[in-house]
């Protein structure tokens, strides 16, 4: 009987090992966990998901700690760029220099150039009697004609009213009268000429008085002590009479000067004590310097003329160091634009990748690489943010619709249904707008976007929440809880809710790479994150310009193929976790 039993037992030992609670293998047959954790292993794809996201973590937020830059950091250069320097027209205009202590004022001129077109000598205005003598080419000497007597002639004899202050002799008073009885408009006396102009039985006799000149000549000092002498119309007078006439040599108040005449430009020399110097130049080139600091040396403008006069488009002129700096000259019609070239720092932009930035730098000279990781983290960020959000409310409210029932659940999904009228890319490009107007900062627009897109996204999973209470309220666990007494907080949201979380995983999981896509697609438009805060559709909005999208690929490339890595991964995360949970699921 014994040896019986030893035999049976013997026999049948495989088949009646006992398996205690707490053994191992009845854990993991028994576990739910596990049995999730094993499907979800079986799926590849969701295995590659789980690695991108890993990946897209280490990269947004470790990243950036490791980078060596900063996300709003500046890199500059130093490059030699052509800056203006100067401008010259070939001056087509007449320009007047007027005597010290005169006024030829603006509507004289005009009466001025109206008189010289229709080749009168004498003209007026405002009330004044002015008179001109072409002494040149473009070059005229322009008098104002001083009052110096009324004359009535009667029976012969000429009545003489003088001016204050005038003597008029007896000798020019016969002239007058010899010329006015003539007809004569003028008359010459001791070498002073006189004009005559009639106003009834009147005859005004008047004295021309020099008080500016007309000339299309530029004259232009070779240093600041020769710029007074320049705005004398003795010295230019003298000295274009100089150049017309071919003469060498002139003199005024007492001072001499030499010309040296060329078909460029005329140089002017004083005579000093211990020599001649250059005083000034003469030519037909108005050249002005961009800043009022710099000071346009003669021999500069003679240089210029030169390269002109030759058809060159560049010249250069010795320092005062003996340095030779060169010139470049760009002509627009009449406009000549001189440049120099000058050491400047500038915004390292679209640089090219390198060992310093190895995806190089975007408009604003900032690392493309260190933005990307910093974008990775607001990306990242908004996405969970989001999805958080949208679980919270789609929880309560579902929860609480399917488990009350009835007239609670008829009106809370009234409400889901109003807000599933309300469009949402319209509410949301309405919504940066109306931030872009009110210029809310970046980092408070940053919390406002998740908001926004937090309480617009809400209703599928209120939804979703609420048919699953539905079937659930009615199992034999809820009536256990109802029987024990257990208050209606506690049975929605600690025995009803936990059932339906591994559905919400799946949704969240799912939702994460819409919101993320949702994002960037708005700062793409320009209406979700803002400079200076990086994001990585706000990167991509760099594209918008075809010339950047064809010559700086990695401005934007990278960041595309950031957002489509990390929404397939949610995607393929989502997917394997929905399979896991999936009860019917073949082992």
Do not use: C
């Not at 408009?185 to 002073?192: A, C, K, M, V, W």
């Not at 949702?518 to 559709?537: D, H, M, Q, R």
Request: proline share 4%.
């Amino acid at each position: 009987m014994n040896q019986n039993q030893t035999g049976n037992r013997q026999t049948n030992g495989p088949q009646s090992e006992e398996i205690r609670l707490d053994d191992e293998k009845r854990i993991k047959v028994l576990s739910p966990t596990m049995l999730v954790f094993k499907r979800f292993l079986r799926n590849k794809l969701a295995i590659v998901g789980l690695v991108i996201l890993i990946l897209m973590f280490l990269f947004s937020f470790l990243g950036g700690v490791l980078s060596p830059y900063q996300q709003q950091q500046v890199f500059r250069k130093y490059e030699v760029i052509p800056k203006e320097y100067a401008s010259a027209t070939i001056n087509q205009n007449l320009r007047y220099i007027v005597q010290d202590g005169e006024i030829f004022p603006n509507s004289a001129i005009a009466k001025f150039v109206l008189a010289l077109n229709e080749g009168q000598t004498r003209f007026n205005s405002a009330e004044t009697e002015y008179s001109y003598k072409k002494e040149g080419d473009d070059f005229y000497l322009i008098s104002e004609n001083k009052k110096i007597a009324d004359v009535i002639i009667l029976a012969g004899k000429g009545r003489f009213t003088l001016s204050e202050g005038i003597d008029f002799p007896e000798e020019s008073q016969k002239q007058a009268i010899e010329a006015i009885q003539a007809g004569k408009n003028e008359f010459e006396s001791n070498g002073i000429k006189y004009f005559l102009s009639r106003k009834g039985k009147i005859t005004t006799i008047s004295m021309p008085k020099e008080i500016a000149i007309a000339t299309k000549l530029i004259f232009d000092a070779f240093e600041n002590d020769a710029i007074p002498s320049l705005n004398r119309i003795e010295f230019v007078y003298q000295a274009q009479n100089a150049l017309i006439n071919n003469i060498e040599r002139f003199s005024v108040n007492g001072e001499n000067y030499r010309i040296e005449i060329s078909e460029d430009s005329s140089i002017i020399y004083k005579d000093y004590a211990n020599g001649e110097r250059p005083f000034a130049s003469i030519s037909n080139f108005i050249v002005q310097p961009k800043s009022p600091d710099v000071f346009l040396t003669v021999d500069f403008k003679k240089k210029f003329n030169e390269a002109i006069l030759s058809n060159q488009n560049s010249f250069s002129v010795l320092s005062d160091s003996g340095e030779e700096i060169p010139y470049t000259i760009n002509r627009v019609n009449e406009t000549y634009t001189i440049y120099t070239q000058t050491k400047a720092q500038l915004i390292d932009m679209y640089s090219p990748p390198s060992k310093e930035h190895w995806l190089g730098t975007d408009a604003n000279g900032m690392d493309v690489l260190t933005r990307l990781m910093y974008g990775g983290r607001i990306s990242l960020m908004v996405g969970f943010v989001v999805v958080f959000l949208e679980l919270f409310i789609g929880v309560i409210v579902g929860g609480i619709a399917g488990y009350f029932g009835n007239t609670v659940d008829t009106l809370l999904m009234r409400f889901v249904d109003l807000f599933n009228s309300i469009p949402f890319w319209p509410m949301v490009i309405i919504a940066g707008s109306v931030m872009d107007t009110l210029e809310v900062k970046p980092t408070p627009r940053i919390f406002a976007l998740m908001g926004i897109l937090g309480i617009l996204s809400w209703t599928g999973i209120a939804r979703v929440v609420r048919g699953q209470i539905l079937s659930l309220r009615e199992q034999d666990f809820m009536v256990a809880t109802e029987a024990a007494g257990i208050r209606v907080s506690r049975r929605i949201f600690k025995h009803l809710v936990p059932n339906v979380m591994p559905l919400l995983i799946v949704q969240a999981t799912l939702s994460l790479g819409s919101i993320i896509i949702t994002e960037a697609t708005l700062s793409f438009l320009g209406l979700g994150v803002k400079y200076p805060i990086a994001s990585w559709g706000s990167i991509i909005n760099a594209a918008t310009n075809i010339h950047i999208m064809t010559n700086y690929w990695f401005i934007w490339i990278p960041a595309g193929i950031l957002i489509v890595l990390t929404v397939l991964g949610f995607n393929f995360v989502g997917d394997g976790l929905r399979d896991a949970y999936d009860p019917k699921m073949k082992r």
